[in-house]
């Protein structure tokens, strides 16, 4: 009975390590990625100069399939949050131009800025990028530099030679 359980533990412990041995998974197919075009930027980069912090900068940009096959844009992508692409989902004809319309919210933004939207399309290389570059100014509040109003105090009936002083009024 002993010889038994032990050839039944022997089978069951190799079928689980057999078992347990991986097998490589079959090898994806690669994609059909289709043909490939071009597009082109008539301004790849805007520069809005200098705006206050919370003012937002729209800004069109139009850019031209100058490939040969149809143009397929997957997706646009801003650098951040506060940079917001539209882009056509339809298809471009070789030779049509289309627009991509991009919105900078400056909101709690300040200083030099360089706002990136990542174009993914069936282009080589896959990626473009326009941007938008300005400056975004915070408005602060000028301060004098002793923090108090000196109009305010009277300074005619104090003695200062009673603490060392000996200015006159």
Not at 3 to 28: D, G, M
Not at 33 to 60: C, D, R
Not at 106 to 114: D, E, I, L, P, Y
Request: glycine share 8%.
């Amino acid at each position: 009975m002993k010889k038994l359980t032990v050839l039944l533990s022997f089978v069951l412990v190799a079928t689980f390590v057999f078992a347990q041995t991986p097998t490589p998974p079959p090898a994806p197919e690669a994609p059909d990625a289709g043909p490939v075009t071009e597009i082109s930027f008539e301004e790849p980069t805007y520069k809005f100069g200098k705006i206050k912090q919370g003012e937002k900068v729209e800004h069109v940009f139009t850019f031209t399939n100058t490939g040969v096959e149809p143009l397929v844009i997957s997706n646009a992508k801003g650098s951040c949050g506060c940079t917001v692409p539209e882009w056509p989902r339809e298809v471009i004809a070789p030779g049509e131009t289309g627009d991509i319309k991009v919105i900078f919210n400056s909101a709690r933004k300040k200083g030099h800025r360089n706002q990136r939207v990542t174009i993914t399309a069936n282009t080589e290389p896959a990626q473009t990028v326009i941007s938008l570059q300005g400056e975004v100014l915070v408005d602060e509040k000028v301060d004098d530099h002793s923090g108090h109003d000196h109009s305010k105090h009277d300074h005619s009936g104090h003695d200062h030679s009673k603490h060392g002083h000996n200015h006159k009024h």
